[in-house]
């Protein structure tokens, strides 16, 4: 028994239930089809009996985190959820299962599709233990998906890359693969090659077990759709040359030393690779299955003390992401945190390592876009909504004794600068009040000096549609009119209080405190940068953290 009163669930049945679980997150540039794939996957793990519920043709993007109505309006996902579902591995028609094992549960934590809240797709990855890299076949890498396999390959999350949209004409396989070999140096290895080209999509060759596994078609692809094993000799007979070009494939990537290797995809070297159509439900159990098999379940970490904190051991969990409005029927605040050890109970008495203060879990739920459910008991790598979080951050540690702090999520490199000014008279205490819960939810940076005083701080931004993110909310939680007056200035630095007064002095820079007591100088553009580093060797210019780094 805990001090609370909570029985601990024995480390065998939280190892049983590690070892279960698998945690990840899609990564890709918009339209490459990630909604659609959130939904196929649903559907294979029969969570839904037909495609359309996540998201379909027209009118039917609902459930999909559209919280805001600025969301709605651009069709954008602004905020992070997280969908769990069980699966039991099936056999290749899709029908029975191939096991009776318990089935595994899979998380898929969902990230923000704009480039401008990278700031919340990374604190996002920190939540995860492996990455689906989802191309459009027909594009090949864009910028976004670049930008984000940066951060999982700094992280070290591996990555299960997927070409998607293969009923569509797009690039060969080998092309895609030379590009993603060339350009990021990751080396995939198919883990089954397409039979038909891009545009002709009738199966995949298992490299495995040489085998041609034949899909078929279903109505407007809103069920799982079929599949038949036939030998090598019967898809000679039944595709003809589509089958051989796949067996040379096949054969070729395997004379390259393209085949999966499980301490080389662990390592970030090596990503199996599969093809999909998510609209047609084609490839998408071979994707469920490589998650099982080759994903890493759930680890336990290391605290700033250098501790280890293994996942049999007490509780213990990060906050990766604190969101409010979801629904503005009851205002709250909803923060997500990543279970990294033990057993959580809802109603479970826990610590907040930054404050030492208690936090009651009454209200976990599981949350994914607005549907809630209430979260009883969970384990690690799973991912829990505690509502009414107002003294949570991203990147703060809950525990229960022995104390664990995990280090702080580091925050990006902003490149945006605006002044936020309250155009409504009498609101400023709210003002105040809302500025400090943006802030703390970590929604935008928030920079401060004497100068401009506390009327008007500076926001911050990765990117600009964060500071929309703030004047809407801005309006409808706290009734106060803000505008947003861009500033001049391009990038920041880290600096000192020894450095800060000659930095003030000069022209084309300004100093501001930020509210984690970071000091930052700002700078108009990187030659004002260059000429004051070389004009004043001695002051403290230190870059920030940026993803990629
Ligand atoms: P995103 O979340 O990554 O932004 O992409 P989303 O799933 O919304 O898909 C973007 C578009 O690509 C959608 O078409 C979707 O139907 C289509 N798509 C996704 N996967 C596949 C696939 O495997 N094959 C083909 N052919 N298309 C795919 P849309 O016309 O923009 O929207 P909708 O009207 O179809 O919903």
Known sequence: MSSEGISAASASTIAREVKRRRTFAIISHPDAGKSTM??????????????????GKGGRRSTVSDWMEMEKARGISVSSTALQFNYTPTGPDGREPVSDDEPNVINLVDTPGH?????DTYRVLTAVDAAVMLIDAAKGLEPQTLKLFQVCRHRGIPVITVIN??????????ELIDEITERIGLIPTPLYVPVGIAGDYRGLLDRRTGDFVKFTRTAGGSTIAPETVLSPAEALASEGDAWTAAVEESELLGEMGQDHDQEMFLAGQTSPMIFTSAM???????????????????????????????????????????????????????????????????????????????????????????????VDTAYPGDVVGLVNAMALAPGDTLFTDPKVQYPPIPSFAPEHFSALRV??????????????????????????????????????????????????????EFNVDTVIEPLGYSLARRTDEASAPELARQRGVEV??????????????KWRLQFIEKEFPSLTLAPLVAAAD
């Open 38 to 55: 959130t939904e196929a996957l649903a559907l294979h793990a029969r969570m839904i009996s037909e495609a359309g519920a996540v998201h």
């Open 115 to 119: 480039s401008d809240f990278s700031e």
């Open 165 to 174: 949209k293969w009923d569509r004409p797009g690039r060969s396989p080998l």
């Open 280 to 374: 047609l439900n084609f490839g998408v159990r071979q994707l469920l299955e490589a998650l099982v098999e080759f994903a890493p379940a759930p680890a336990g970490r290391t605290g700033i003390d250098d501790v280890e904190r293994a996942v049999t051991d007490p509780f213990s969990a990060v906050v990766f992401k604190v969101q409010a409005g979801m629904d503005s029927s009851h205002r709250d605040r909803l923060a997500y945190m990543r279970i990294v050890s033990g057993e959580f109970e809802r109603g479970m008495v826990v610590t907040h390592a930054q404050t030492g203060k208690p936090f009651a879990t009454k209200y976990a739920q599981a949350v994914f876009g607005r549907d809630r459910s209430t």
């Open 423 to 476: 155009t409504t008279a009498d609101k400023y205490k709210q003002f105040r009040k809302a500025i400090d819960q943006l802030d703390a939810e970590g929604v935008v940076q928030v920079l401060r000096n004497d100068l401009r005083g506390d009327a008007s701080p500076v926001l911050a931004a990765v990117g600009p549609m964060q500071f929309e993110v703030v004047t809407a909310r801005m309006k409808t």
């Open 512 to 525: 501001f405190h930020r509210s984690d007591g970071a000091i930052l100088a700002l700078f108009s553009d």
